[in-house]
C-alpha cells in the first residue's frame, strides 16, 4: 500500500514554511533590512513595467504591497509542494527546485542597494533547512512505501504525522521568535512618541471649512492623510542612526545628523500633497501643517554648481526620485526637510524622521520619504524609479478640482442641494471655481480661505434640482489665469487631466 501523494505534497509545504520560517528568523537575527520573501517582492516592483505599477495602485491602493508579498508567498508553497511531490522518487529532482528558489533570492537581496556581505546567510539557512525537513519528514512516507500493511506501516505513519507536527510547532516557534527579535518597528515608534522637538500644530484657519456635511476636513488628519510609496516593508529608522549626505556637484560635500538638522531654524506652514496617481476625482490628496528645514539654505551652504539642474535624492530603502534643483533653491517655494507633521513627529508610514517636500510638484519626483542621500547633478544623468518607468521628469502639479459633496450615485431631496469639493494648484494657487449642472452654462461658486498658494481650497455652492437623474462638473481656474481642461488624459505620464463629474438622482 503507497503512501497518498497529498502526503508528500504537505510534507513539501511543511519543509516550505519551515524554511521560511528560519530565513526570515535569521534576518532578524543579523539585523538585515528585510528577509529574502520580502526582498523578491521587493525586486518585483523595481522591475514591473510603469503601467502595471500604476494599475496596481489605483486598484489596491496602499494594500498593493501586502497582496505581492502574499502572491509570492503562495507561489513559494506551490514550488514546495511540487517538490514534496517529487521527493517520492528522487532525492535530487527536490533538491534542484529547492536551489532554484534559493537562487531567486539570492539574486534579490544581493541586487538591493544596500546589499552587505551577510545577506546570503538568511537563504542559506532557509535552504540547508528546505532540504533537511523534507528528508526528515518523508523518512517514515519511504518507509511505509517500502512495508506491506503491517503494524510497522501504521508506526511509520505516525511517525510521520508525529514528525510534521513536531516541525510545524517548531516552525511557528521560530517565526514568532523572529518577529519579536524583530520588533524594531515597536521600539523606532517608542522613540518618535517621545522625541520633543521644536515645533507647534496649528488648527485650520478661520473660514479653510465651508461646512458642507460629510465633506473631508480642510486638514487632513494623519491617520487619513493618504499613502503611497514602493517600500514593501516599510523603513524604520532611529534617529541617531539617521544621517542626510549632499554631494556630486557641490563645493563642499555635507553630511547631516538629526540632531543638527533639527538644531537649525525651523518653518512652519500649510501644505497639500498629491500623487501623480491620483485619478481624476481621486482620494491621493492631503493637506497638514508641516514643519522643517529649507532646503534652500542648505543647498547654498554646499554649493551648487551652475551646470547642475537636478539633484538625485534617494530614500532609505533604496527608492530614488529626481528633482528639479530650481524648485529646491528657489527661496518663494519653500522646499524643507520636513520633521513634523500636524505638530508631532513624522509618522514612520510618511517618512519618519526626516522626508522632502517640495510644494508644486508631484510626489513621484519630490515628495522622499526616509531620505538619506542628495546627489546634485544633471537630469541627463539621472535614472530615478518612476522616470525610468514612463513618467515625465519634472512632474510640475496640474491644476485639478473634485466634488466631494454630494457623492456620485447619491440620492438627494429635490430642490436646493448643497454641492462642495475642493480645488488645488501648488505653487499657484486657485482664483475660482466653477460648476455647470446638466451640461449648461458655468457658474461661480463660494471658496473658502486659504493661507497661502500651496495648499487646496474648498469651495460650495447652492443648486436648484427638480426631480430626476442629473449631472453635476466641476473645473477649476488658477490664479495665473489657467483654466482647467476638459480633456480627459491618464495619469501617465505627468498626470490625469478632465472634469470630476457626478450623476445624482434627486426625489
Given at each position: 500500500m503507497t503512501t497518498p501523494r497529498g502526503a508528500w505534497s504537505a510534507a513539501g509545504a511543511v519543509a516550505g514554511v519551515a524554511g521560511l520560517a528560519v530565513s526570515h528568523a535569521a534576518t532578524m537575527v543579523l539585523t538585515l533590512r528585510s528577509s529574502p520573501l520580502v526582498a523578491v517582492a521587493e525586486m518585483v516592483i523595481q522591475h514591473v513595467p510603469?503601467?502595471?505599477?500604476?494599475?496596481?495602485?489605483?486598484?489596491?491602493?496602499?494594500?498593493?504591497?501586502?497582496?505581492?508579498?502574499?502572491?509570492?508567498?503562495?507561489?513559494?508553497?506551490?514550488?514546495?509542494?511540487?517538490?514534496?511531490?517529487?521527493?517520492?522518487?528522487?532525492?535530487?529532482?527536490?533538491?534542484?527546485v529547492w536551489v532554484g528558489l534559493a537562487g531567486i533570492g539570492l539574486l534579490a537581496v544581493?541586487?538591493?542597494?544596500?546589499?552587505?556581505?551577510?545577506?546570503?546567510?538568511?537563504?542559506?539557512?532557509?535552504?540547508?533547512?528546505?532540504?533537511?525537513?523534507?528528508?526528515?519528514?518523508?523518512?517514515?512516507?519511504?518507509?511505509?512505501?517500502?512495508?506491506?500493511?503491517?503494524?510497522?506501516?501504521?508506526?511509520?505513519?505516525?511517525?510521520?504525522?508525529?514528525?510534521?507536527a513536531l516541525l510545524g510547532f517548531a516552525g511557528a516557534g521560530v517565526a514568532v521568535f523572529g518577529q519579536n527579535f524583530g520588533a524594531r518597528r515597536r521600539h523606532v515608534e517608542e522613540t518618535r512618541r517621545l522625541l520633543n522637538l521644536p515645533v507647534t500644530d496649528r488648527p485650520a484657519p478661520g473660514g479653510a471649512n465651508v461646512g458642507v456635511e460629510g465633506?473631508?476636513?480642510?486638514?487632513?488628519?494623519?491617520g487619513k492623510f493618504y499613502k503611497v510609496h514602493t517600500a514593501v516593508v516599510v523603513p524604520t529608522v532611529e534617529p541617531q542612526d539617521w544621517s542626510l549626505r549632499i554631494h556630486g556637484m557641490v563645493d563642499r560635500e555635507i553630511t547631516l545628523s538629526y540632531q543638527e538638522l533639527v538644531d537649525r531654524p525651523i518653518v512652519q506652514r500649510w501644505m497639500t500633497l498629491n500623487c501623480v496617481s491620483n485619478p481624476v476625482g481621486g482620494p491621493l490628496i492631503g493637506n497638514a501643517w508641516w514643519s522643517g528645514v529649507p532646503l534652500a539654505q542648505i543647498l547654498a551652504?554646499?554649493?551648487?554648481?551652475?551646470?547642475?539642474?537636478?539633484?538625485?535624492?534617494?530614500?532609505?530603502?533604496?527608492w530614488t526620485c529626481g528633482t528639479p534643483l530650481e524648485a529646491l533653491t528657489d527661496p518663494d517655494r519653500q522646499a524643507m526637510l520636513a520633521i513634523a507633521m500636524n505638530g508631532e513627529p513624522l509618522p514612520i508610514d510618511h517618512g519618519f524622521p526626516v522626508r522632502t517636500l517640495v510644494p508644486g510638484l508631484y510626489g513621484y519626483v519630490s515628495a522622499c520619504k526616509w531620505v538619506v542621500d542628495m546627489k546634485v547633478t544633471t537630469f541627463d544623468q539621472v535614472d530615478a524609479y518612476w522616470t525610468k518607468k514612463g513618467?515625465?521628469?519634472?512632474?510640475?502639479?496640474?491644476?485639478?478640482?473634485?466634488?466631494?459633496?454630494?457623492?456620485?450615485?447619491?440620492?438627494?431631496?429635490?430642490?436646493?442641494?448643497?454641492?462642495?469639493?475642493?480645488?488645488?494648484?501648488?505653487?499657484?494657487g486657485i482664483a475660482g471655481v466653477e460648476i455647470a449642472v446638466d451640461g449648461g452654462a458655468w457658474r461661480s461658486v463660494e471658496l473658502g480661505h486659504v493661507p497661502n498658494v500651496d495648499t487646496w481650497v474648498q469651495w460650495r455652492t447652492e443648486v436648484e434640482l427638480e426631480e430626476g437623474d442629473h449631472t453635476v462638473r466641476v473645473r477649476a481656474i488658477g490664479a495665473a489665469g489657467e483654466v482647467q481642461t476638459g480633456v480627459e488624459r491618464d495619469v501617465l505620464p505627468d498626470g490625469a487631466t478632465g472634469w470630476h463629474e457626478i450623476q445624482v438622482s434627486a426625489t
Amino acid at each position: 500500500m503507497t503512501t497518498p501523494r497529498g502526503a508528500w505534497s504537505a510534507a513539501g509545504a511543511v519543509a516550505g514554511v519551515a524554511g521560511l520560517a528560519v530565513s526570515h528568523a535569521a534576518t532578524m537575527v543579523l539585523t538585515l533590512r528585510s528577509s529574502p520573501l520580502v526582498a523578491v517582492a521587493e525586486m518585483v516592483i523595481q522591475h514591473v513595467p510603469g503601467v502595471v505599477a500604476e494599475r496596481a495602485i489605483q486598484v489596491l491602493g496602499s494594500k498593493d504591497k501586502p497582496v505581492l508579498v502574499v502572491v509570492i508567498f503562495l507561489l513559494t508553497m506551490l514550488f514546495a509542494m511540487w517538490a514534496g511531490r517529487l521527493a517520492e522518487r528522487s532525492w535530487w529532482k527536490p533538491v534542484l527546485v529547492w536551489v532554484g528558489l534559493a537562487g531567486i533570492g539570492l539574486l534579490a537581496v544581493l541586487t538591493r542597494f544596500d546589499a552587505s556581505s551577510l545577506d546570503f546567510l538568511p537563504v542559506a539557512a532557509g535552504l540547508v533547512t528546505w532540504i533537511v525537513v523534507l528528508s526528515f519528514i518523508t523518512e517514515p512516507l519511504h518507509d511505509v512505501d517500502a512495508e506491506e500493511s503491517t503494524p510497522a506501516q501504521g508506526k511509520s505513519r505516525r511517525s510521520f504525522l508525529i514528525r510534521t507536527a513536531l516541525l510545524g510547532f517548531a516552525g511557528a516557534g521560530v517565526a514568532v521568535f523572529g518577529q519579536n527579535f524583530g520588533a524594531r518597528r515597536r521600539h523606532v515608534e517608542e522613540t518618535r512618541r517621545l522625541l520633543n522637538l521644536p515645533v507647534t500644530d496649528r488648527p485650520a484657519p478661520g473660514g479653510a471649512n465651508v461646512g458642507v456635511e460629510g465633506m473631508p476636513p480642510w486638514r487632513t488628519p494623519i491617520g487619513k492623510f493618504y499613502k503611497v510609496h514602493t517600500a514593501v516593508v516599510v523603513p524604520t529608522v532611529e534617529p541617531q542612526d539617521w544621517s542626510l549626505r549632499i554631494h556630486g556637484m557641490v563645493d563642499r560635500e555635507i553630511t547631516l545628523s538629526y540632531q543638527e538638522l533639527v538644531d537649525r531654524p525651523i518653518v512652519q506652514r500649510w501644505m497639500t500633497l498629491n500623487c501623480v496617481s491620483n485619478p481624476v476625482g481621486g482620494p491621493l490628496i492631503g493637506n497638514a501643517w508641516w514643519s522643517g528645514v529649507p532646503l534652500a539654505q542648505i543647498l547654498a551652504e554646499a554649493g551648487v554648481s551652475d551646470r547642475a539642474d537636478a539633484v538625485l535624492q534617494t530614500s532609505h530603502d533604496g527608492w530614488t526620485c529626481g528633482t528639479p534643483l530650481e524648485a529646491l533653491t528657489d527661496p518663494d517655494r519653500q522646499a524643507m526637510l520636513a520633521i513634523a507633521m500636524n505638530g508631532e513627529p513624522l509618522p514612520i508610514d510618511h517618512g519618519f524622521p526626516v522626508r522632502t517636500l517640495v510644494p508644486g510638484l508631484y510626489g513621484y519626483v519630490s515628495a522622499c520619504k526616509w531620505v538619506v542621500d542628495m546627489k546634485v547633478t544633471t537630469f541627463d544623468q539621472v535614472d530615478a524609479y518612476w522616470t525610468k518607468k514612463g513618467w515625465s521628469e519634472h512632474g510640475p502639479v496640474k491644476i485639478a478640482s473634485r466634488i466631494d459633496m454630494p457623492q456620485n450615485g447619491d440620492e438627494v431631496e429635490k430642490g436646493v442641494v448643497v454641492v462642495g469639493g475642493h480645488a488645488w494648484k501648488q505653487h499657484t494657487g486657485i482664483a475660482g471655481v466653477e460648476i455647470a449642472v446638466d451640461g449648461g452654462a458655468w457658474r461661480s461658486v463660494e471658496l473658502g480661505h486659504v493661507p497661502n498658494v500651496d495648499t487646496w481650497v474648498q469651495w460650495r455652492t447652492e443648486v436648484e434640482l427638480e426631480e430626476g437623474d442629473h449631472t453635476v462638473r466641476v473645473r477649476a481656474i488658477g490664479a495665473a489665469g489657467e483654466v482647467q481642461t476638459g480633456v480627459e488624459r491618464d495619469v501617465l505620464p505627468d498626470g490625469a487631466t478632465g472634469w470630476h463629474e457626478i450623476q445624482v438622482s434627486a426625489t
